[in-house]
């Protein structure tokens, strides 16, 4: 089983431009999870997807974070404008839909503001 | 907001050591928690995971425990090897709240050869 995919694996921006991210969970997983992970502490979610639905997103700071997940496999997270305290990594991570709960993670996306 | 914490932020150990890393829970309504490994450069990886009607689960060289009333959960290693040495996290879900899971700061484990 292909793992998630994400891209691109580092990113270096600076302040006030526009980044995009992207996911590919693995095949059949209908849940799809965006993470922030700021270095030296655990992830935090931002998003939650089911299907191409948002399940979650009260975490997610709308005025300047957006994401989609148009067709119900892929998604982006988008952020316009960054700010350096958005430096982090952006973790993306998808579950099959059952008992287990344990979610597979990518190996995300290193965003440097600067 | 949920609360979940790690005693301790760095541990280093000998190897062949046994490893043992804990955290705290606020919410007694958490019903599910898991241990991820994370490594650098990496995502969070799944080790182990416990439900609350439980108190103890093992798997390969890995136990987690489970004390409900004082809401603590540890993860313990046997025979801590090198490639033990990585950022543990224990990650909890609420009910009702879509399987989303509530990270801990994490502990960073150091195997000494």
């Known amino acids: 089983e292909a793992g998630v995919a994400q891209s691109p694996r580092y990113k270096i921006i600076e302040k006030r431009q526009s980044v995009a991210f992207w996911c590919n969970p693995i095949s059949g997983h209908a849940t799809l999870y965006w993470y922030q992970q700021i270095l030296g502490q655990g992830p935090k979610l931002l998003i939650q997807f089911q299907n191409n639905g948002v399940v979650d997103d009260s975490q997610l700071p709308k005025d300047r974070f957006s994401a989609e997940r148009l067709k119900g496999v892929d998604s982006t997270l988008k952020i316009q404008p960054a700010k350096l305290e958005d430096s982090a990594v952006y973790l993306c991570?998808?579950?099959?839909?059952?008992?287990?709960?344990?979610?597979?993670f990518g190996s995300g996306t290193r965003l440097t503001v600067v | 907001g949920e609360s979940v914490g790690l005693h301790l932020p760095t541990l280093s150990v000998q190897e062949g050591d046994n490893s043992i890393i804990n955290c705290a829970y606020s919410?007694?309504?958490?019903?599910?928690f898991i241990w991820y490994k994370q490594e650098s450069g990496k995502g969070p990886q799944f080790i182990i995971d416990?439900?609350?009607?439980?108190d103890k689960r093992q798997g390969q060289r890995v136990t987690v425990l489970l004390n409900k009333t004082v809401k603590h959960l540890s993860l313990q290693i046997a025979a801590t090897q090198p490639g033990d040495s990585a950022v543990y996290f224990c990650?909890?879900?609420?009910?009702?709240?879509?399987?989303?899971?509530?990270f801990g700061t994490g502990t960073s484990l150091t195997v000494i050869p």
């Open positions: 991570a998808s579950r099959r839909p059952g008992t287990n709960l344990s979610y597979t």
């Open positions: 990650a909890e879900t609420v009910k009702n709240t879509g399987n989303q899971f509530y």
């Open positions: 416990i439900r609350s009607n439980m």
């Open positions: 919410n007694s309504a958490s019903d599910y």
